[in-house]
Structure formats: structure tokens, C-alpha cells
């Protein structure tokens, strides 16, 4: 049976890359109609399949109750389009009636038509790509679109029936203070969203960002001020009636966290359509290559595009458990932990708790390990201290 409960779909197209990005995506827009023939075919191929590559069988027993259209830019796609994909799944998953449908969209991309179209398609919650309300902070990084064009973004969205509009915004970008970050906060809650991702800018390689960073075109931030944002981060949203839930994600209450991103923190099984898609059953990873025309030349003679798998080892499975844990205000609980692996974390850590708990940077209550902001200030740092200790 499909155990899964959440579907992703990679939409890999932009009209332009973003400085900072490494997600897979292609600026090759002409492409996107035998990109969507592809898609719907390794959907439908997944229901009877899935269960190769170690993935759970029989998709049409599962019920889907989150589908996240992700990217890229799904707001490329024309409403009609997105509509289709969606009826795909729908045709070949059980997706609950009150099911958390999001799609992102980059400020530009759409206008009023769009969105009100995207409502009736089934969509019920935004994911806004806003990333700064400050021109030219949007300048450095490659965006698209101006601030005023977020906010009349924004306008449109709310006027269009969506209720549940989550903002993305970027800090530490070089020269940033803690003064124009609280400035961007404060316009982003003039908008009232639901939810708000909030993310260190990160150098990932191969990213022309980083490429700069390495001609000496401009020195990061260095770790100080990004803890001192991300301080200032938790600190400002929290004291204006959100919920700092996970490391970079902030909700107006349970209600508006992010069910589909949280079934990731939760470990739970998920697929994933598109290229660098991945899907997890639990015990098994697998992911499709990074490539669209080998996507569709897969898929065009009946072939799952699927670039590898590994199944993840007790070892692995307990590193990944304590790092996506700790990354959320509840942390850890104990009793599952000593269910999921037969052994007791405290006897087991004890060295590291003591620790951790003697810098103050964390506490074990009502059967719980979790860590302070502090101690999330420091997060990669004891993340990587107990995988050291598993591997």
C-alpha cells in the first residue's frame, strides 16, 4: 500500500536564475509543454510502480493530504496547465478534500487573472517569493521583480480569496544591518501573511554569488551578524504573534504551519515528480537525475527517470532523526527515539547533553529535548557533534 501522504512536483523553469540558487531549473520556457506530457506520464506510471526502487506500491489505497508545487517558477506555467497537473494527481491519488495544495509564485509573474484562476484550480495556499521589500537588495540578488511589484503581488493575492500566504525572505545579504532587516520584517507584517520562511542567504557552490565571493567581488557576512539576524529574526516575529516553529519557518499559530514542509521534519514517506525530484518510503531514497531532456526522453519511452536510490542505514536514519528534530521549538521526544532506534538518548548522548545543557543552550522537559534560540544559533554546530558521535 502507499504510505505516502504528500506529493512534491519540481516546475524547473525561470525566466532567469536567481544570484544565490541551486535548485535545478531551466530558462528554456519552450520546453514546458513536452515537459508536462513527461510529468503527467511518470505519475501515472508511479501509481503501479512505486514500489520499485523501494518505494511503497498501489498509490490509489493512499490518501494525499499536501501537494506542494514547487521550482523554479510554477507561476511560468499557464493556469489551464497547472490545472491539468493537478487532475493528474487527483485521477491518480485519493487527495483528501481538505488537503493543503500550495504553489509557488514569483512577484511578476502574475497578475489579478492569474490568481483568481489559480484559486478555482484547487490551490489554497501561496508560497510568495518576495525574498526583501528593498530594491536593491532584490538587485544583488538577481531577482526579477521590484518591491513594489511584491506588494501589488501581494494586493492581488488577498483579493483573490487566499487566505493562507506564506512569504519567503532572504537576510545577510553583504552590508546589511540589523536596522534594514527589522524594516524588511516590518513591511512583510504590514501584509498580515499566515507564515513566514525566513533564510540566512547561502553560498551555495556553482551559484554566481559564490563565484563573486571567490573573485573577491564582495566579502559575506560573516557568522556574528548572521547570528545576530537570526537572533533578531526569531526575537521580532516572535514578539509580533508568530510561532517560531522550525529553524527558518514562523506561523500565526499551529494552524498556519506548513503541513507539507512539516511532514519532511516529521520524517514521513513523500513522493516526488519532476527532475531532482525525490521520494522517501521511510526506509528508501530515491531521486530523478537533474536533467530535463533526459526526463522526458525517460519518460517518452516508458522509463521512471529515476537517477539513483540508497537505503538509509540505522545510523543514517538516527542522524537525520536528531538533526530535523532539533531543527523544530518542539525537538525531540524521547520515547520515540528510544522506539524508533531501542536505545535510551540520554545514556546514550550523555556526554553531549551534559554539555549542551551545562552552556545552557538547551533542556529536556515533559519527555523532551529541544534546544533554546541560542542553542538554534548553533544548530549545524551540535548537529554535526552528535553525527559525529552516530557515523
Same mark, same amino acid.
Not at 506529493?7 to 531549473?25: E, G, M, N, T, V
Not at 504553489?103 to 502574475?110: F, L, W
Not at 493562507?164 to 532587516?181: C, F, K, M, Q
Given at each position: 500500500m502507499?504510505?505516502?501522504?504528500?506529493?512534491?512536483?519540481?516546475?524547473?523553469?525561470?525566466?532567469?536564475?536567481?544570484?544565490?540558487?541551486?535548485?535545478?531549473?531551466?530558462?528554456?520556457?519552450?520546453l514546458i509543454p513536452d515537459y508536462l506530457k513527461a510529468l503527467d506520464q511518470e505519475i501515472v506510471l508511479r501509481v503501479p510502480l512505486c514500489g520499485s526502487s523501494g518505494l511503497p506500491s498501489n498509490g490509489l489505497a493512499s490518501i494525499i493530504d499536501t501537494v506542494y508545487l514547487g521550482g523554479g517558477t510554477p507561476s511560468l506555467l499557464a493556469v489551464t496547465q497547472i490545472g491539468q497537473v493537478l487532475q493528474t494527481v487527483r485521477d491518480n491519488f485519493r487527495v483528501s478534500p481538505d488537503a493543503?495544495? =500550495?504553489? *509557488?509564485?514569483?512577484?511578476?509573474?502574475? &497578475?489579478?487573472?492569474?490568481?483568481?484562476?489559480?484559486?478555482e484550480t484547487g490551490v489554497n495556499r501561496l508560497s510568495i517569493g518576495v525574498q526583501s521589500f528593498d530594491d536593491a537588495k532584490l538587485v544583488f540578488l538577481g531577482r526579477i521583480h521590484t518591491a513594489e511589484e511584491a506588494l501589488k503581488t501581494l494586493d492581488r493575492a488577498e483579493t483573490a480569496g487566499f487566505e493562507?500566504?506564506?512569504?519567503?525572505?532572504?537576510?545577510?545579504?553583504?552590508?546589511?544591518?540589523?536596522?534594514?532587516?527589522i524594516k524588511d520584517l516590518k513591511k512583510a507584517l504590514g501584509r498580515?501573511?499566515?507564515?513566514?520562511?525566513?533564510?540566512?542567504? =547561502?553560498? *551555495?557552490?556553482?551559484?554566481?554569488?559564490? &563565484?563573486?565571493?571567490?573573485?573577491r567581488v564582495f566579502i559575506p557576512v560573516g557568522s556574528d551578524m548572521m547570528s545576530l539576524l537570526f537572533q533578531t529574526t526569531s526575537q521580532y516575529l516572535t514578539r509580533n504573534g508568530f510561532e517560531h516553529y522550525e529553524i527558518s519557518n514562523f506561523s500565526r499559530g499551529r494552524a498556519n504551519r506548513s503541513r507539507h514542509n512539516s511532514r519532511y521534519w516529521d520524517l514521513t514517506?513523500?513522493?516526488g515528480f519532476g527532475p531532482g525530484a525525490h521520494s522517501y518510503d521511510g526506509a528508501v531514497r530515491s531521486w530523478n537525475h537533474r536533467s530535463i531532456d533526459g526526463y522526458i526522453t525517460d519518460l517518452s519511452s516508458g522509463r521512471l527517470p529515476v537517477e539513483d536510490q540508497e537505503t538509509l542505514t540505522l545510523e543514517q536514519k538516527m542522524a537525520e532523526f536528531i538533526m530535523l528534530r532539533l531543527r523544530t521549538l518542539e525537538g525531540l521526544d524521547l520515547d520515540e527515539f528510544q522506539d524508533r532506534f531501542q536505545l535510551p538518548f540520554t545514556k546514550r548522548f550523555e556526554i553531549i547533553l551534559s554539555r549542551?545543557?551545562?552552556e545552557n543552550l538547551g533542556s529536556i522537559e515533559n519527555g523532551r529535548f529541544s534546544l533554546n534560540l541560542e542553542g538554534r544559533t548553533f544548530l549545524n554546530g551540535i548537529v554535526e557533534t552528535f553525527s559525529a558521535e552516530i557515523l
Open positions: 502507499c504510505n505516502s501522504k504528500s506529493i512534491y512536483i519540481h516546475i524547473p523553469f525561470c525566466l532567469r536564475k536567481c544570484a544565490y540558487c541551486d535548485f535545478y531549473s531551466e530558462t528554456r520556457l519552450s493543503e495544495i =500550495t504553489a *509557488e509564485i514569483n512577484p511578476g509573474t502574475v &497578475d489579478s487573472d492569474y490568481l483568481a484562476g489559480l484559486k493562507n500566504i506564506s512569504l519567503d525572505l532572504i537576510y545577510g545579504v553583504p552590508g546589511e544591518t540589523r536596522a534594514a532587516w498580515r501573511p499566515s507564515h513566514i520562511s525566513a533564510y540566512m542567504l =547561502t553560498l *551555495e557552490p556553482g551559484t554566481p554569488l559564490a &563565484d563573486q565571493v571567490k573573485q514517506s513523500y513522493l549542551i545543557l551545562g
